[in-house]
């Protein structure tokens, strides 16, 4: 059973326009929401993240907002730039456990 | 300073070969993670180490996969009579303290089993 369900896939956005990747999850003891970006050859890295105390946090462009009742988050990245694009994973865990639970991942290509 | 780091980047084996793949994580960061992505998805959990013993392996997928960190900074994953299945990046991340979730990940190694 995939506990973390993360869509669309792949996604094609013009520059300067707004990418949105979703996110649900089934485990209601996950207290922990990251956002990861990984370039090609690299390891991924921490963009944001949220706990499920409070709807929305905002880091610059990137934006998460979470609905604790629909288990759902989104990511939002504003103004989006060609350096963006990268594959973004959501990701849930525990506070009290250590591993972190990956979706599969968004390809996202912003068009020049 | 300096980030995760992993040895070798790519390592090409034939099926049935023994491997070894080192990871040096953040200097003074106590927890230790290993991960394995597979083409296409994201990274999945294998083992998590605290200090020098492994805190928790249930995502070792069978005994042939085994890691250590003997004195409590690098660690080596070692996988045993290798299989094509196995073929995928292995990433190790680090983090400051147990039970804080902010995962530093290494660049990985990119396992390849002919």
């Known amino acids: 059973q995939q506990q973390v369900k993360q869509s669309p896939q792949s996604l094609i956005v013009q520059k300067g326009g707004i990418s949105i990747i979703n996110c649900a999850y089934e485990n209601t003891a996950f207290d922990y929401f990251p956002w990861y970006q990984q370039f090609p050859g690299k390891g991924p890295a921490l963009l944001i993240a949220i706990r499920p105390d409070v709807s929305e946090k905002k880091e610059g462009r990137f934006t998460i907002s979470f609905n604790k009742s629909a288990k759902q988050f989104s990511l939002h990245i504003m103004d989006s730039q060609p350096g963006d694009s990268a594959t973004y994973f959501c990701?849930?865990?525990?506070?009290?456990?250590?591993?972190?639970?990956f979706g599969k991942g968004t390809r996202l290509h912003i068009l020049p | 300073g300096a980030g995760v780091s992993q040895t070798p980047s790519n390592k090409v084996t034939e099926k049935g070969k023994y491997v070894e793949l080192r990871c040096d994580p953040i200097s003074g960061h106590t927890a230790l993670y290993w991960y394995r992505q597979s083409l296409g998805q994201g990274p999945e959990f294998l083992i998590y180490?605290?200090?020098?013993?492994?805190?928790?392996d249930s995502g070792l997928p069978n005994d042939r996969f085994f890691a250590v960190r003997p004195e409590g900074s690098v660690s080596t994953l070692k996988i045993q009579r290798t299989e094509r299945g196995d073929s995928a990046v292995y990433l190790c991340a680090s983090s400051l303290l147990r039970h804080n979730n902010e995962q530093f990940f290494g660049p990985g190694t990119r396992l390849t089993v002919l």
């Open positions: 180490f605290q200090g020098t013993g492994a805190a928790d």
């Open positions: 990701a849930a865990s525990r506070v009290r456990d250590d591993k972190i639970i």
